[in-house]
């Protein structure tokens, strides 16, 4: 079976992000890639122990849980490597088109973010139709668009800011997160 490695982000400093806050989300993150790993690991065995259907259907209903929790931190910590730049190009272009301009766009991520509840603000793109959609996902796994590409992915889960900020100030660590995103990372996605 081949497993899945944490792997490595080359995080810059970020101002209104600490570097205890940046450390506790990035074990937590290490701790997403180690169950995916898991649950594989113990469906393998427990069918070969002749354990009740049920309880590997449990696991196979909870690895989504586990691998979207990896695979979205690795979206999220890769858009804060090198340091902040500046949209542009084809991604500036499609998201300044969809939502009136770039500002409108930043705004909008803001609107979703005010949903209630954790989760993720997930800017997609559907890639058989051509348009970009900003949803919330609920937990890690709950509420994707199928087949849609992940362009950018913020953590809104009280763990990603709560060393810095209280629950009240979730919108200033938005603007902190949206002040510093490489949206060239973004871009590239696109
Ligand atoms: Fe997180």
Redesign the pocket.
Known sequence: MKLYEAKQFNLPTIEGLSEKQIEV?LK??EGYVKHTNLIREQIKELKEKGAPQYVIDELRRRYAFEFD?MRM?EY?FEQFEEGAKEATGDFKDAVSEKYGSFEDFISHIKEVAGSRGIGWIVVSHDDKEGQIHTTFAADHELGHLAGTKVLCAI?M?E??FMVDYVPAEKGNYLETVLQNINWEVVGNRY
Do not use: K, P, Q, S
């Open positions: 989300h937590l993150y929790g931190h999220y953590d889960w763990h990603a």
